[in-house]
């Protein structure tokens, strides 16, 4: 029985190195590419691939910057029935600003009926909000002013997250 081992190692090694010839695109006039050659461009283009991963990463993390440095959340609260529908939303985790919106609300006597929040990549809380009927004062309550007290609490988050 013969073994062909060598010959199939060296073999998959053609190929390998035909394929490799391939990706790195190397083309020599008149003669045909050594193989070290070959791997010394395959190298030198690994190299160009790192610093141009190493340059996507320093603008990836710039922009993170940038996004940490974004404005306050944005708020839009219109009147709704018997109460209102607050939506505030950011394009970066804000994290503890859902206490400060609550207690908000608290205090100028609203409920929470209904509320979708989502906080993992980004902040976005939408909410229904009631008004407590025994209470004169909540009945005299507009959007502009829930959108202050809200617009406010995230102020002070603000101030408390730096």
Known sequence: ????????????????????RS??????????ASSSSVILDASVLIQSLKQTLEELNQA?????????????????????????????????????????????????GLDVLQARVSCVHSFCLEAVIGTQKDDEETGRMNAQLVQRAV????????????
């Open 1 to 20: 029985m013969v073994s062909f081992r060598g010959d199939d190692k060296r073999t998959g090694l053609y190929r390998n190195l035909q394929f490799l």
């Open 23 to 32: 990706i790195i695109n190397t083309h020599q006039q008149k003669r045909k």
């Open 60 to 108: 990836v993390s710039a922009s993170l910057d940038l996004i940490d440095n974004d404005p306050l959340p944005m708020v839009v609260v219109e009147e709704g029935g018997e109460g209102f529908v607050i939506k505030v939303s950011s394009q970066r985790r804000c994290e503890g600003l859902l206490v400060f919106v609550l207690e908000a609300m608290e205090e100028l």
């Open 151 to 162: 617009s406010q609490a995230i102020q002070s988050w603000k101030e408390l997250e730096n």
